[in-house]
Each structure stands twice: as structure tokens, then as C-alpha cells.
């Protein structure tokens, strides 16, 4: 038994379910809080730990007090308006070219540089199926 199964609140269990055939039998124990508890044997006992309750109080709690937890909040980005408009422009410019060659848009990789603080489009490369080049060449396979 774990550390965290000796703190979990006890909750009644409610019906034991036998899962799985022959060498993988797992036993499902239904609590009364909902949760369920999967074991290799069927508890005799009464009650059992839920760990699923032990976890969401331990996640409640770092939530209500952020200062407490080890983690760090993720930084807060602020993004340029050129910028975003200058990826609309790409991703508008990626859908006129799939649409043009009929190919999907994820099959164009577009490559833009930075210049002077905005984006432009170097060259675009675009992945062609063998059914697209004998397509587009005119060319009966």
C-alpha cells in the first residue's frame, strides 16, 4: 500500500466488479464517492481509500492557494498586432495556394524571415503526392 492510499479519505465500497479474462482478472471496487479503485484482489474490508478523492483535494487546495504550490505560473506574453496580422497573412496566403493546387493546406510549409519587424514570405514548399505531380503534369498513371 502506498503513501497516498494511507492518507485517502475511507469511502464505503459499494460493489465490487470483475474485470478481465483468464490470468488478467482485475477487480473494480465502486465507491460511494463515485470514484473507482482497481486491485488485483477483491478487498474483504468494508471500506477502502480513495486515492481519486486524496488527489482532487490535494489539486483543490494548490488551486485556492497558488503560493503554496511549487509550480510556476506560465508568463503572461503580449503579442504584437503586427504580428498577428502578419500570421493571418501567411495562413491566407497558405489556404490560396492549397486551394490553387488542390492540395491540402498542411502539405505547404511556408518560410518567412523577419524583416524590419514584420514578417515576409521567403519561398514556400509544397509536398506533392505522386497523384497530385500526375495530376498537375496531365499524365495518366
Request: with cysteine; aromatic share 4%.
Amino acid at each position: 500500500m502506498t503513501t497516498e492510499h494511507r492518507k485517502a479519505p475511507r469511502r464505503s465500497i459499494e460493489e465490487i466488479k470483475r474485470v478481465g479474462g483468464w490470468g488478467k482478472v482485475k477487480y473494480h471496487h465502486h465507491l460511494a464517492c463515485g470514484h473507482i479503485e482497481i486491485r488485483n484482489r477483491a478487498s474483504s474490508a468494508p471500506k477502502l481509500g480513495c486515492a481519486w478523492c486524496f488527489r482532487a483535494s490535494e489539486r483543490d487546495a494548490e488551486l485556492r492557494n497558488p503560493a503554496v504550490s511549487n509550480q510556476t505560473p506560465p508568463p503572461i506574453v503580449d503579442s504584437d498586432p503586427v504580428m498577428g496580422q502578419d500570421e493571418i497573412d501567411i495562413g491566407q496566403t497558405r489556404a490560396a495556394l492549397a486551394t490553387a493546387l488542390s492540395v491540402p493546406a498542411d502539405a505547404i510549409d511556408i518560410v518567412a524571415i523577419d524583416a524590419g519587424g514584420s514578417l515576409e514570405i521567403q519561398n514556400a514548399l509544397v509536398f506533392l503526392s505522386a497523384h497530385d505531380v500526375m495530376r498537375l503534369t496531365n499524365r495518366k498513371a
